[in-house]
């Protein structure tokens, strides 16, 4: 195991390489900004399995789970490993130091595996069974551009374009380290797009993860399981919530409410979340959501909630701390910041008056970037970028 010293690799904005030290620095600013138990760790903390734990949403839930409530049980991603030429992928090394800081008598074991295989949900609920007898919580936050239906073998891809009709929008772009507004034209998905779409990012794979759960008898009074979903601004709804996505998060939505009748006999509970808008590598491919994210920024400022502090709210309405905030639809909502009617017409005129010239006033383009550069390891202060560091990172040991 070597030392070496390593340079970020870009490719457009985003990054072919990860920064190991950087990258357990994000994660423990996240533990910082973690409330601190309230009461002694009696080791019999509520089972949570959380699929997706190593970025975003995901990542935040798992740590406010450790941190705050001293969960036991079993966090799923699917990171790529050092290869002769590469770094391993920034999830990687944010699972291994998220294990540190569960600590050597932390019961919180991580699988890296495609969740969407029947293989993963085999070992990841063997586990799960051999050890706890029971799982209170599953958090289902993954974001992936394909899946390969158990049942079918079938490969789905996922097409990020509106329906209908054509999307033309303003866009955030670099050229360079120079930021300028561009703009950007999407034909409408056909048909197969956004069933494929639905396949990838809809309820399907949830809907089995909990089913599976049941058959197992795994699901314990009291079970609460919950899927990321957003909603977002009109002003990306032609991108997002209209567009192929959206029909899966409504598929995903839907799927909720079936599993909300399936679990109610068991004493368990189902629904969807809707988070606020964040920059993670899911978020960053789709188009208009750097501009938007930007210009939302710099309305808000540190208003703009962290994933961090949604993930402490999530877990208060989880566990009971405090009560479930649903909307008519009967889901969790956690983006009031964003979706404030003042916030989003402030958003709307700094949209409008949006040009190369004027991003620098209307935009908080640096903020972007850094967000950006973090899902990789760059850019996090206190990480010295010309030490040394070791890339090669087992990934953790317990199961
Ligand atoms: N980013 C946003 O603005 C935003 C806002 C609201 C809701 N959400 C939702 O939150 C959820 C998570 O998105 P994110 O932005 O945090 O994504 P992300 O890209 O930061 O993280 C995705 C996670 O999924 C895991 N993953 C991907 N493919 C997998 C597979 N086949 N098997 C197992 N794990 C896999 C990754 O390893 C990673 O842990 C999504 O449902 C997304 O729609 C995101």
Aim: aromatic share 8%; with cysteine.
């Amino acid at each position: 195991m070597t030392l070496r010293q390593i340079k970020p690799g870009n490719r457009g904005f985003l990054y072919v390489n990860s920064h190991p030290a950087g990258c357990a620095a994000v994660v423990d600013e996240l533990w910082q900004q973690t409330p601190a138990p309230s009461g002694p760790d009696t080791g019999a903390g509520p089972v949570a399995l959380i699929i997706g734990s190593s970025a975003g949403y995901g990542l935040a839930a798992t740590v406010a789970a450790l941190r705050t409530h001293g969960m036991r049980g079993l966090g799923i991603a699917f990171e790529a490993p050092e290869t002769e030429r590469r770094t391993a992928s920034g999830g990687w090394y944010r699972t291994a130091r998220t294990a540190e800081l569960a600590g050597p008598d932390g019961d919180f074991a991580f699988l890296n595996a495609d969740a969407f295989s029947d293989a993963a949900k085999e070992q990841a609920l063997d586990h799960l069974a051999a050890r706890y007898g029971r799982v209170d919580h599953l958090v289902y936050s993954v974001a992936a551009p394909r899946r390969t239906d158990p049942a079918t073998g079938e490969v789905h891809h996922s097409a990020i374009k509106p329906l209908g009709s054509a999307y033309r929008a303003k866009t955030l772009q670099f050229d360079g380290d120079t930021p300028l507004v561009g703009s950007l034209e999407l034909d409408p998905a056909v048909d197969a797009e956004r069933d494929a779409t639905v396949q990838v990012m809809g309820g399907a794979d949830w809907k089995l993860w909990v089913d599976a759960l049941t058959d197992r008898g795994l699901v314990h009074p009291g079970f609460h399981t919950v899927a990321l979903t957003y909603v977002g601004s009109d002003l990306t709804a032609p991108i997002y919530r209209a567009g192929t996505i959206g029909a899966a998060k409504q598929h995903l939505e839907d799927t909720a409410r079936r599993l909300q009748q399936d679990l109610a006999p068991l004493g368990g509970q189902a629904h969807t979340v809707v988070a606020g808008a964040a920059v993670t590598q899911a978020s960053t491919a789709i188009p208009s959501i750097a501009l938007y994210t930007s210009l939302l920024r710099a309305e808000l400022g540190d208003g703009f909630r962290s994933t961090a502090q949604q993930a402490t709210a999530l877990w208060q309405q989880l566990t009971g701390a405090a009560p479930l905030q649903l909307d008519e639809e009967q889901r969790i909502r956690l983006d009031g910041w964003e979706m404030d009617e003042e916030v989003q017409a402030a958003v709307h005129a700094r949209w409008a008056a949006a040009t190369t010239d004027t991003l620098a006033e209307l935009a908080d383009t640096d903020w972007f970037r850094a967000q950006v550069g973090r899902l990789y390891g760059w850019h996090v202060p206190g990480t010295d970028y010309d030490a040394p560091v070791r890339t090669t990172v087992p990934w953790p040991s317990g199961i």
